[in-house]
């Protein structure tokens, strides 16, 4: 239980907002966490103002001086990390190791992009006229709107933040429903560093009110989304309106190709973990494996056992686990009825398949599914849970046709140990990123960005934090 309202934070001010009363539920459980109210468009339009005026004083200060207050909000993050971790196993239900994880990574984040004031450059071109310079600068675009999911939901702050802040935008968050808790304690811990008003502000509510106001605003000049597919496509018709740039990072449904000379414990044990990651909730997480035929008795058999092994549980009273419940029951409800959609056009379910509940959370077990094909739905609609489906092919061509033939394209996996394979397997496969015989987790230095309906643009690293910035031309004449 979450002793405080949620208040929205607005220039610097904690609001006490009366619209739509919203619950915040554990997932673990079913329990009543807190309520929150969302806000007025009212409200979020006082919050966009006040990241407009702060935006041009903000992008005005040195970026060395601008990373000092970067690396404060990292150093709260980690004095505050306990009370971070139990925030987000209680009202996301991931595991404590995995939070812990989450809430370093997310300091480290704020960190990392503070290192970059000193590293923004632009560029000097040749003219085609006499006696001229042509500059091209790296300017802030003013003011980001950050969406976000609930499966990161407090790594997602910093990844909206930090780029956007160290570039010299301001920012407005507006966090998911079912994940809103963890951003208010942000602002709580943030409050205490006197940051200019304004910079940073967050608001609450549903994504057809607040979520929609924000992507239509005239006066944001870009959003920043993490989620579905669905509501990117959604954001980017309100963004129109305006020309606004968007930035989507988006679904996924990576496949992992199993070649016939890999390590097989490896390979199986790397999927597993890259499977019920987060109950199997990540955008990355393995959605499909390819398996070569010479091997696929052995592999199966493999992968079966490692699923088996996999314990769950309720995270709020059991450490022992790899992963806890389903973010709510309609997540559950889409696991359940892919499966049976696999069974019903011939797969076979050979570890899993079933859900449980523990008081009212929702969780469902880890599950191998093969004689699966390219045309099912399990195949190519994004699961977002622990089940893996097996797919078997003959000869390499074969496999990187069906991981291209998907409407997703941001993570993808290859287990081999010939190093010509792995090559020519990369240098063909149509995704974002490539993992070879690694688990699927992106690291922030790296670019995390996805192909066809997986995303525009992408995040971490120089070309993550350029998103986040403008170039501006000034060609200076000085000749008679
Ligand atoms: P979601 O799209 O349902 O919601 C995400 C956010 O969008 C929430 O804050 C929601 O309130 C808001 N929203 C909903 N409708 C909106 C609208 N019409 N206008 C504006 N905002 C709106 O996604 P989710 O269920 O929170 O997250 C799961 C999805 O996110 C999965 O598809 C997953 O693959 C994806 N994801 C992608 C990445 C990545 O880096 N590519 C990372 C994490 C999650």
């Keep these: 239980m979450f002793d405080t309202k949620i208040q929205s934070y607005i220039n610097n001010n904690f609001i006490n907002s009366s619209g739509l009363e919203i619950n915040n539920i554990n997932p673990s459980d079913g329990k009543l966490l807190n309520s929150f109210n969302e806000n007025s468009l009212k409200e979020v339009d006082e919050a966009i103002q006040s990241a407009k005026q702060a935006q041009k004083l903000w992008e005005k200060i040195p970026a060395i001086e ?33 939070a ?5 990574n997310t300091a480290e984040y704020f960190y990392y992009m503070a290192e970059w004031a000193r590293r923004i450059e632009g560029e000097i071109i040749t003219s085609d006229v006499k006696n001229e310079n042509i500059f091209l600068y790296r300017v802030p675009i003013g003011v980001v709107a950050g969406i976000l999911p609930w499966n990161f939901p407090f790594f997602l702050i910093a990844r909206k933040v930090a780029p956007a802040l160290i570039a010299g935008n301001s920012i407005i968050i507006k966090p998911s429903e079912e994940t809103s808790y963890n951003a208010f304690f942000f602002t709580k811990i943030i409050h205490e560093l006197n940051l200019p008003k304004g910079l940073i502000n967050v608001v609450y509510g549903k994504g057809e009110t607040v979520g929609k106001y924000l992507s239509a605003h005239p006066d944001i000049d870009m959003i920043s989304f993490t989620g579905s597919v669905e509501t990117g496509s959604l954001i980017m018709q309100e963004a129109a309106k305006n020309i606004t740039k968007v930035n989507l990072e988006l679904g996924g449904k990576a496949p992992a190709i199993v070649l016939g000379d890999a390590d097989i414990n490896k390979a199986a044990n790397k999927i597993k973990n890259a499977r019920v990651i987060n ?3 990540v955008c990355n997480c393995v959605e499909r494996v390819y398996v070569q035929n010479n091997i696929l008795d052995e592999f199966t058999d493999t992968l079966s056992k490692v699923m088996e092994n996999v314990n769950y549980g309720n995270p709020n009273v059991d450490n022992n686990i790899e992963y806890g419940p389903m973010i709510n029951n309609e997540g559950l409800v889409k696991v359940e009825e892919l499966v049976k959609s696999a069974s019903a056009e011939g797969a076979e379910v050979i570890t899993g398949g079933k859900s449980s509940k523990i008081e009212n959370g929702s969780y469902y077990q880890p599950t191998v599914i093969t004689n699966c094909n390219q045309n099912m739905k399990i195949i190519r609609k994004e699961i977002f849970g622990p089940v893996l489906p097996i797919v078997s092919f003959d000869e390499l061509d074969e496999a990187i046709n069906y991981a291209n033939d998907c409407d997703y394209g941001l993570t993808s996996s290859i287990f081999t140990n010939n190093i010509k394979v792995a090559m020519r397997a990369a240098n063909e496969i149509k995704f974002g990123e490539t993992m070879i015989n690694r688990e699927n987790m992106e690291i922030f230095q790296a670019f995390h960005a996805g192909v066809r309906k997986s995303g525009i643009g992408g995040a ?9 910035m403008q170039t501006h031309g000034v060609y200076i004449s000085y000749g008679d």
């Excluded at 709260?76 to 995995?98: C, F, M, P, T």
């Excluded at 971490?460 to 986040?468: I, M, Q, V």
């Design 66 to 98: 601008r990373a000092v207050y970067l690396k404060k909000i990292g150093d709260k993050i980690k004095d505050n990390a306990d009370r971070i971790v139990n925030i987000i196993v209680q009202e996301q239900g991931k595991i404590k190791s995995l």
């Design 100 to 104: 812990e994880g989450e809430v370093n």
């Design 279 to 281: 109950s199997g909730q």
């Design 460 to 468: 971490d690293g120089k070309h993550g934090l350029y998103e986040y």
